[in-house]
């Protein structure tokens, strides 16, 4: 069975710019949640999507949002990109998301870089 | 709120002898509590995970690690490192239940495995 996909691997932009990145989660899950890993530190958790409705956000700014679409896969939109943004950018996806009890799924990331 | 510690950013074994990762957690919740390991360039992988049923855990690889809610600890541990067992390890908490899943991560414990 395919695991989590994302796409694509590496992405340069500059400073200013736009950046979307893209996620397809385990056949049969329909939660998506977003994580942003800088270097050297832990994921820390951006977004949670069930049934394409935003069910969780974390601290981040509104220049960061997101959508699932009904096939319940997922993008992750970064506009204004700024130097600090440049990090390991994780989707997870699980059956349902809402218990702790249910494992979340990563993929490889992407890894942007911001010039 | 939820918080992880873990106690060591960097821990050494040689090959054959046995790992101890530290792990603290502060919860107002019941928690679930998971180790993830991330290899390098690799996204992450599930290790093991607690969620209020048997307090010692055993999961892949040989790893298992115990619940002790008077210590608030989850330390993860294995008899014999292996040379592959070299990586980023991962301390996680979330709330067991709630309206969604918010992975909180420690700030990791890099293991280094010599012959």
């Known amino acids: 069975d395919a695991g989590v996909t994302q796409s694509p691997t590496h992405l340069i932009k500059t400073r200013g710019q736009h950046v979307t990145l893209r996620c397809s989660p385990i056949?049969?899950?329909?939660?998506v949640s977003w994580y942003q890993q800088v270097l050297g530190q832990g994921p820390q958790f951006i977004f949670q999507?069930?049934?394409?409705?935003?069910?969780g956000r974390g601290n981040f700014p509104d220049r960061f949002s997101a959508r699932q679409f009904p096939n319940y896969s997922s993008e992750l939109n970064v506009n204004a990109l700024l130097l600090g943004d440049s990090a390991l950018y994780l989707c997870?996806?699980?059956?349902?998301?809402?218990?702790?009890?249910?494992?979340?799924?990563f993929g490889p990331g992407t890894r942007l870089l911001v010039l | 709120a939820q918080s992880v510690t873990q106690l060591d950013s960097h821990v050494s074994v040689s090959e054959g002898t046995p790992v101890l990762l530290r792990c603290n957690y502060s919860?107002?919740?019941?928690?679930?509590l998971f180790w993830y390991v991330q290899h390098p360039n690799k996204g992450l992988q599930l290790l093991l995970k607690?969620?209020?049923?048997?307090?010692l855990v055993k999961g892949i690889n040989g790893f298992e690690a115990e619940f002790k809610k008077s210590e608030t600890s989850f330390h993860l541990t294995k008899p014999s490192a292996h040379m592959s067992d070299a990586a980023e390890y991962f301390c996680?908490?979330?709330?067991?239940?709630?309206?969604?899943?918010?992975?909180?991560f420690g700030a990791g414990t890099r293991l280094a495995v010599h012959p």
């Open positions: 999507y069930y049934e394409k409705e935003e069910r």
């Open positions: 056949s049969g899950h329909k939660s």
């Open positions: 997870a996806s699980s059956l349902r998301g809402g218990t702790g009890q249910e494992t979340q799924y």
């Open positions: 919860s107002s919740y019941s928690p679930s």
């Open positions: 607690y969620t209020s049923a048997a307090t």
């Open positions: 996680v908490v979330t709330p067991i239940s709630g309206g969604y899943n918010k992975l909180i």
